[in-house]
């Protein structure tokens, strides 16, 4: 675990630079530099989601996923955990809960979460996720700049997700055919171009309620015939 525990301290550090020593940078220059981080997300989700084998395999996870995810209340559950830390915490920014559900959507959903986690549990290196880290540690100081200190509390699911994944790794790894991690990335995928959609706010996508979609597009990676 040693990768998600450099990750989580690297978004914890970028996020309590940007909320509170970055505060030099004007507004235009934060939405320029966010735009810029939107259009990297969305190139990146693009490029991932091309790794699917079977399309018809997207189609239907994201639609089992979608409706599990709304059943569950996923997004508005994210949205309540933010609340409560914020009122906890005595943060009245108002803006905690936006920073800590983006962070934690853009920190959780992907490929290098994933590859990265298993890696770790697999084999103890962590060359993964120590891109990772670089790259969640400046995107957390831009974030937490403009939308607080929120964003430094999302290492705490991204600690638990990622240090569940390695901390599982030996007994899924049976499950993790080429297929089912193919067609998983290429889910985890089009949430992130979903998550690059809404940092340019050219929609309002609710990403979280879609997180199920990954979980299915494993299961129906393995039960479908190859």
């Known amino acids: 675990m040693i990768g998600t525990i450099i990750n989580t301290l690297a978004v914890i550090v970028g996020g309590v630079l940007g ?11 934060k939405a320029t530099v966010i735009q810029g981080i ?6 990146i989700g693009m490029k991932t989601t091309w790794e699917t084998r079977n399309p018809v395999i997207l189609i239907v996870s994201l639609a089992l996923g979608g409706t599990a995810g709304e059943l569950l209340h996923i997004e508005e559950g994210l949205e309540v955990m933010g609340n409560r830390l914020e009122k906890a915490l005595a943060f009245g920014e108002g803006t905690f809960s936006k920073g800590f559900i983006m962070a934690t959507l853009v920190y959780c959903v992907g490929a290098m979460a994933i590859m990265g986690s298993l890696q770790d549990g697999l084999t103890g290196r962590y060359d993964i996720l120590l891109a990772k880290s670089a790259l969640d540690g400046i995107t957390a100081i831009i974030f937490s700049s ?12 991204l600690l638990v997700y ?3 994944i390695s901390l599982l790794a030996q007994q899924i790894r049976p499950l993790l055919t ?8 290429a889910a985890g995928g089009l949430l992130i171009l979903g998550i690059g959609i809404n940092l340019l706010e050219v929609a309002r996508i609710r990403v979280a309620a879609l997180l199920p979609a990954i979980v299915a597009a494993a299961a129906l990676a393995a039960l479908l015939p190859k």
Do not use: C, H, N, W
């Not at 080429?178 to 990335?185: G, L, N, Y």
């Open 19 to 29: 909320t509170y020593l970055i505060k030099g940078i004007p507004d235009r220059i």
């Open 38 to 43: 939107g259009l990297s997300v969305i190139y």
């Open 146 to 157: 403009t939308m607080g200190i929120g964003v430094a509390f999302s290492a705490l699911p």
């Open 162 to 164: 990622q240090g569940a």
């Open 178 to 185: 080429e297929a089912v991690v193919a067609e998983m990335s």
